[in-house]
Structures are given as structure tokens and as C-alpha cells.
């Protein structure tokens, strides 16, 4: 994982979700790279239904051009990453590619 000012994973409802509710989730990822992810408030995590994963690492919390991972983490029909949130999950993995030269922990 690249250390960064800002880490978050983002849950955004896929355009063919069976959500009943179609809410967006996210959560920081810390240095260990464990995150835990919220819709409305701290720890309550992800409606039912199908999501793309996007990721930002930022070097900079106010400087949105300081990223530190390959663009395609950043959008939803690049990522490669999708999830289908049915019950309570706590194993989740996603390895993602820091941008060469990137500072990594």
C-alpha cells in the first residue's frame, strides 16, 4: 500500500444493482491497509446489492493531483474491481499497483 496523506476505498453502486437503497459507502484505509467501510455513519458498512470498488491515495489530504496509484483505480469502469454485498463481509482483499516511484508501507 502506498503511504499517502489521503487512503480511501469507495463503494459505488453498480448501474444494475439490485440495492433496495442505492448509497454509495467508503472508508479510510489505514497503513496496514484494513479499512472499514460506512454509508451513513462510522462502521455501518454497505447496503445489500452490486458495487464497483475505486481506491484514491493521495501524497497531499488537499491536492487531488498528488495521486500515488495507476489512474484506473480511480474510476469505476477502469478499476477492476466489483463486489456483491449480501451479508456481513470481513475478508475482503484488493491488491492495488502504487505509480512507480510511489512511496509504499
Do not use: C
Amino acid at each position: 500500500m502506498p503511504q499517502g496523506g489521503v487512503r480511501v476505498v469507495r463503494f459505488e453502486p453498480a448501474e444494475n444493482t439490485t440495492a433496495k437503497v442505492r448509497k454509495g459507502a467508503s472508508g479510510d484505509i489505514g497503513p496496514d491497509g484494513s479499512f472499514t467501510a460506512w454509508t451513513r455513519m462510522p462502521g455501518d458498512g454497505v447496503y445489500a446489492g452490486e458495487y464497483n470498488v475505486t481506491f484514491a491515495v493521495w501524497a497531499s489530504p488537499t491536492d487531488p493531483n498528488t495521486s500515488l496509484l495507476q489512474p484506473k483505480y480511480s474510476s469505476a469502469a477502469t478499476s477492476g474491481y466489483k463486489l456483491t454485498a449480501d451479508h456481513n463481509i470481513d475478508d475482503l482483499k484488493f491488491e492495488i499497483e502504487a505509480l512507480p516511484g510511489a512511496a509504499k508501507k
